[in-house]
């Protein structure tokens, strides 16, 4: 007699179990560690089972919801902000070498940010020259002279 059984689980758009690397580190780490501290306190095997894993499962679902899931956000958003820049100006901070790098100041949001920039011709572009910014390529900025 063979015997059979198979399940399958959706939930939707609800991802309570994510499978990602770092969470899962944090999974075991805090099952473990759980573990260990339950010990002290002469338990059932079982009992200290159940608790670390519910405990490790509680902890790696917040870490991924309010930690995780909040910087994935700030990453995709600051790619938008980047195209954004493209067309305003920003003052050279420390001279553009010739075929070479050098850095501008710009302000986005009120805040003021200082990134390596390329003259987009190759040319020299001098120090406290106001420059406008017409590329952005691996978080360098290619910019031209006005």
């Known amino acids: 007699m063979d015997l059979d059984f198979d399940a399958d689980m959706d939930f939707g758009y609800l991802n309570i179990i ?23 306190w002469n338990q059932p095997s079982l009992y200290i089972l159940s608790i670390s894993f519910v405990i490790a499962f509680i902890i790696s679902y917040l870490i991924n919801k309010y930690i995780f899931c909040f910087l994935k956000k700030a990453e995709n958003t600051s790619s938008e902000s980047q195209k954004k820049l493209i067309g305003q100006y920003a003052k050279v901070i420390s001279a553009i070498v010739q075929d070479g790098f050098g850095q501008i100041k710009y302000s986005m949001n009120g805040n003021t940010y200082n990134s390596p920039a390329k003259h987009i011709e190759g040319k020299r572009v001098e120090a406290n020259s106001k420059v406008v910014i017409v590329l952005i390529e691996k978080d360098v900025f290619y910019v031209d002279t006005m």
Request: net charge positive; charged share 10%.
């Open 18 to 40: 994510p499978i990602k690397p770092a969470v899962i580190a944090i999974f075991i780490t805090v099952f473990g560690g759980s573990g260990i501290v339950q010990t002290k």
